[in-house]
C-alpha cells in the first residue's frame, strides 16, 4: 500500500470549481438545488480574487491531486470612519 500524494500550496485560478465544491459542501441545503444563484457569485468572486495575492490568500491541501481542504483569509483596507 503507498501513501498518498499530499501537500499544501496556494489555490490558482484552475481550482476555482473545486473550491467551489467544498464551499457547497459547506453551506449546503437538503433538497435544495444544485445551481443556486450564489453559487455563480461565489465562482465569480473565487476568479477575481484568486489572482490577487495583496487582497486575499488561498491555502489548499491537496491528496492525489483533489483539494480537500481550503481556508480563505482576506484583507480589508479601509479609512476609518464613524460607522
Do not use: C, K, Y
Request: no cysteine.
Amino acid at each position: 500500500m503507498t501513501a498518498p500524494d499530499q501537500g499544501t500550496r496556494a489555490a490558482t485560478i484552475a481550482d476555482g470549481p473545486q473550491l467551489l465544491a467544498l464551499w457547497t459542501l459547506l453551506f449546503a441545503e437538503p433538497g435544495r438545488a444544485d445551481a443556486e444563484p450564489w453559487q455563480t457569485h461565489a465562482l465569480s468572486w473565487f476568479a477575481r480574487f484568486l489572482d490577487e495575492p495583496g487582497t486575499a490568500h488561498f491555502p489548499v491541501v491537496e491528496v492525489d491531486a483533489t483539494i480537500v481542504a481550503t481556508a480563505i483569509g482576506t484583507l480589508e483596507i479601509g479609512v476609518p470612519n464613524p460607522h
